[in-house]
Nanobody, 123 residues
Framework: QVQLVESGGGLVQAGGSLRLSCAAS????????MGWFRQAPGNEREFVGG????????LYADSVKGRFTISRANAKNTVYLQMNRLKPEDTAVYYC????????????????WGQGTQVTVSS
């Protein structure tokens, strides 16, 4: 079992930065691949990026590649999403999720989800 809690969301101007954190409970955190997803009003939840259990590999959606960076600190049971050069279209609720196995961009493959944190980017 893994419980996930996101934090770090807020209001930022376009071009600014935010760092989201996802704190996990459970002694097996290091065995899970972690994903970040987002959902804007009226849209389906979409994959932002993911990181393997070891942290050695990451995968990003084209829309955030080069602007967002995912990292993890297994000793702290935490995964991070560093978001730079934010755009108004990045506005959404951001969720972290955990799954056994490798990174996967499909929401249905993740068994554990946080409650989400709102990110709003003003123009």
């Amino acid at each position: 079992q893994v419980q996930l809690v996101e934090s770090g969301g807020g209001l930022v101007q376009a071009g600014g930065s935010l760092r989201l954190s996802c704190a996990a409970s459970g002694r097996t955190f290091s065995s899970y691949a972690m994903g970040w997803f987002r959902q804007a009003p009226g849209n389906e939840r979409e994959f932002v990026g993911g990181i393997t259990w070891s942290g050695r590999s990451t995968l990003y959606a084209d829309s955030v590649k080069g602007r967002f960076t995912i990292s993890r600190a297994n000793a702290k049971n935490t995964v991070y999403l560093q978001m730079n050069r934010l755009k108004p279209e990045d506005t959404a609720v951001y969720y972290c999720a955990a799954r056994v196995g490798d990174i996967n961009p499909y929401t249905s493959t993740y068994g554990y989800w946080g409650q989400g944190t709102q990110v709003t980017v003003s123009s």
